[in-house]
Nanobody, 126 residues
Framework: QVQLVESGGGSVQAGGSLRLSCAAS????????MAWFRQAPGKQREVVAV????????YYVDSVKGRFTISQDKSKNTVYLQMNSLKPEDTAMYYC???????????????????WGQGTQVTVSS
């Protein structure tokens, strides 16, 4: 099992930056794909960025390309989401999610992720 704990959320003005962290515990972390999702009030949860356990190009939703960067430090069992040039529409609860590698899955389907953090709130004011 992988346990996930997010941190780093907060309130910023438009154009500002935040870095979210997701600390993972459990000896299977290194074999999991890791993702950041977000959910704004009244909206569906959407995948923001995914980093794959085998490496390769991360996935980003179009609305954050060029502004957000997902990365990981396997020595610290931590995944990061660097968010720059924040916009009011980025306001949401952000969740870290994990899924063991292998099998058929869709990065867009939140049901395909097996482990979730508690979420961290990001609020961007105009």
């Amino acid at each position: 099992q992988v346990q996930l704990v997010e941190s780093g959320g907060g309130s910023v003005q438009a154009g500002g930056s935040l870095r979210l962290s997701c600390a993972a515990s459990g000896d299977t972390y290194s074999t999991h794909h890791m993702a950041w999702f977000r959910q704004a009030p009244g909206k569906q949860r959407e995948v923001v960025a995914v980093i794959y356990t085998a490496g390769g190009n991360p996935y980003y939703v179009d609305s954050v390309k060029g502004r957000f960067t997902i990365s990981q430090d396997k020595s610290k069992n931590t995944v990061y989401l660097q968010m720059n040039s924040l916009k009011p529409e980025d306001t949401a609860m952000y969740y870290c999610a994990a899924r063991a590698a292998g099998g058929s899955w869709s990065i867009f389907n939140s049901d395909h992720y097996t482990n979730w953090g508690q979420g961290t709130q990001v609020t961007v004011s105009s």
